[in-house]
């Protein structure tokens, strides 16, 4: 059984340039979650999606949007990036109304 | 708003001790908190959660217990190896679903158990 699973890795992008991670969630789980974790800290939650919609947002920019797809999957897109932006992007799956969440691994985004 | 505060940031032990990692959180109405565990550069694992009508959790070596009223959790590592070390999370969900239903997070405690 898959857990939840991110891509890219890793990336390395250019400040002002825009960059789309993907996660695909646990086999079963039909809620999506976002979160950035900057070096040192804990994870932030930057939003939620169900039924293809936003259902929570975090304190974060309109440069972050995502989207849900019918088969769950979810995409996190940050436009206009800055240095600021470079943290690990962790990808969390669960059933509405279930207990607990499952994460991905993560990507690695690096601004320069 | 709901915050959680782990203290100490981190924490050296030598192998075999078993130690307590505390975690505080302001808001008692919580639904479940949950115990992670990140490795470096890594994704976060979950270890155990317990639910707001919970007194504790165990798995393994792991326990964890919850005192709502006075918000405060713990997890307890039972004779610590060195591959016990890396960094805990623990998060505090304040509602099954909509709007708080999100993790909220403490900074974690670095954990590294010397051979």
């Known amino acids: 059984d898959a857990g939840v699973t991110q891509s890219p890795t890793h990336l390395i992008k250019t400040r002002g340039q825009q960059v789309t991670l993907r996660c695909s969630p646990k086999s079963g789980h039909d809620t999506v979650s976002w979160y950035q974790q900057a070096l040192g800290q804990g994870p932030q939650f930057i939003f939620q999606y169900y039924e293809e919609e936003e259902r929570q947002r975090g304190n974060f920019p309109d440069r972050f949007s995502g989207h849900q797809f019918p088969n769950y999957s979810s995409e996190l897109n940050v436009n ?3 240095l600021g932006d470079s943290a690990l992007y962790l990808c969390a799956s669960s059933l509405v109304a279930s207990y607990g969440y499952t994460f991905g691994s993560g990507t690695r985004l690096t601004v320069v | 708003k709901q915050e959680v505060t782990q203290i100490p940031a981190a924490l050296s032990v030598p192998e075999g001790e078993n130690l307590v990692l505390n975690c505080s959180f302001t808001d008692s ?6 115990w992670f565990r990140q490795d470096p550069g890594k994704g976060l694992t979950s270890l155990l959660l317990i639910q707001s009508s919970q007194r504790e959790q165990t798995s ?3 326990n964890a217990s919850l005192d709502k009223s006075s918000g405060r959790s713990t997890l307890y590592i039972a004779a610590s190896q060195p591959g016990d070390s890396a960094t805990y999370l623990c998060a505090v969900r304040s509602f099954p679903t909509g709007a708080n239903s999100k993790l909220t997070f403490g ?4 954990l590294s158990v010397r051979p």
Do not use: D, V
């Open chain 2, 107 to 110: 900074k974690g405690i670095t």
């Open chain 2, 29 to 34: 109405a919580i639904y479940n908190l949950q």
């Open chain 2, 60 to 62: 393994g070596r792991l």
């Open chain 1, 80 to 82: 206009a990036l800055l």
